[in-house]
């Protein structure tokens, strides 16, 4: 960003205003617009626009109004100049963060608004440093986009002043809210100063599971089986619908390793590797605080892979909005196992699940 000297007044009707800058602020309450009127008539405008280099406004936008209103014609500026368009975009909502009161919401949305750009500046990096051999290009794995967005997140909530964790239950919020309106009006009422975004993201949690429901009428075998259960014990007993070809996502705290070896075991699969999931926060722990899950996979007969993905046994990322496991892994799965996929224990949209486990144990 580079300052230039305030130049003369600008005539208002030569200056422009971008919608998409604009909708980035907050409005004005009518208490604070009327203020800022009589500022305007009595003192004139005491903090010049700030206009880029083809005149589209900044910062000023309801000062430009307020002077249109009044039929001023001419209006102080300062011009500036930027590297790149999301410099510029940035430079719109960070100027505007510390010179208002904003509540909490707007403090989301503005931060939603910079991960955005967080994550167009990643997306822009990682083409500019792709490395090139011969003919083909090595695109950057799924890991170092996790880690892209993770800090990404970090970066955003900082800027507005609030926890990470915050930011992304917000923005989990919001993306349900698209679809449900209990969770829209939930929404509205936060931004009233009606609870909180702790309290609404908990009531979604809870909402989701309610929605689940066991579907003993699962029939067939499945190519690709995710398992996330605490308890490996319960599982002992039962009749896994595997296909003879077919991989294996079995969950497994530590605790459990022998288990899921016997399980294993058990029901004819090999282990192949362990994924293990690197939490962006730490939980509790003994000896060590835990920030990790592992997932053992496991193959039976040769199920069919899309091997020429190239993931890594490290996945970074937060928890899903549908599941306890990051939508990633699921993602992740889909690219590289092909077939009919089930997830045993909880639902993922475009799988088959959850499945009734008393349904299905060996007599």
């Known amino acids: 960003m580079v300052p230039h000297a305030q130049g003369k007044d600008a005539e208002i009707s030569e200056l422009q205003v971008n919608p998409e800058y604009e909708a980035l602020l907050p409005p004005l309450l009518d208490e604070d617009s009327k203020k800022l009127e009589q500022s305007i008539l009595k003192e004139g405008i005491l903090h010049p626009l700030i206009i880029n280099q083809d005149k589209v406004i900044l910062d000023g936008h309801h000062r430009l109004r307020i002077c249109q209103a009044l039929h001023i014609n001419e209006v102080p500026f300062v011009e500036r100049s930027f590297s790149n368009d999301l410099e510029e975009k940035e430079f719109v909502i960070s100027f505007n963060l510390h010179r208002r009161h904003l509540t909490q919401t707007q403090k989301v949305e503005l931060a939603l608004s910079l991960l955005k750009i967080e994550m167009e500046k990643a997306r822009r990096r990682q083409l500019s440093s792709l490395t090139h051999v011969k003919d083909s290009i090595i695109v950057p794995n799924s890991e170092q986009r996790d880690v892209e967005h993770g800090k990404a997140i970090e970066i955003a909530a900082k800027k507005v002043g609030l926890g990470?964790?915050?930011?992304?239950?917000?923005?989990?919020?919001?993306?349900?809210?698209?679809?449900?309106?209990?969770?829209?009006?939930?929404?509205?009422?936060?931004?009233?100063?009606k609870g909180s975004i702790h309290s609404v993201f908990q009531e979604l949690h809870t909402r989701e599971k309610e929605e689940v429901s066991f579907n003993p009428k699962i029939e067939g075998v499945f190519q690709v089986i995710v398992i996330d259960s605490p308890n490996l014990e319960k599982l002992k007993t039962m009749t896994l619908p595997a296909d003879e070809n077919c991989v294996l996502w079995l969950w497994t705290p530590v605790k459990s390793f022998p288990d899921a070896f016997y399980l294993l075991h058990r029901w004819g699969f090999q282990l192949q590797t362990m994924l293990t999931w690197v939490k962006n926060k730490k939980g509790s722990g003994n000896w060590l605080l835990d920030q990790t899950e592992h997932c053992l996979l496991a193959t039976k007969g040769t199920p069919n892979a899309n091997r020429f993905y190239q993931f890594s046994t490290v996945l970074i990322a937060t928890p899903g909005l549908?599941?306890?496991?990051?939508?990633?892994?699921?993602?992740?799965v889909s690219s590289l196992c092909t077939g009919r996929k089930l997830s045993v224990f909880h639902s993922y949209p475009n799988?088959?699940?959850p499945l009734e486990v008393d349904a299905h144990v060996a007599h």
């Open 164 to 193: 990470k964790d915050t930011l992304w239950k917000a923005q989990k919020i919001l993306e349900a809210a698209e679809e449900d309106e209990k969770i829209a009006d939930a929404w509205r009422s936060l931004s009233e100063g």
């Open 322 to 332: 549908h599941n306890p496991k990051p939508d990633e892994f699921f993602s992740l």
């Open 351 to 353: 799988w088959e699940g």
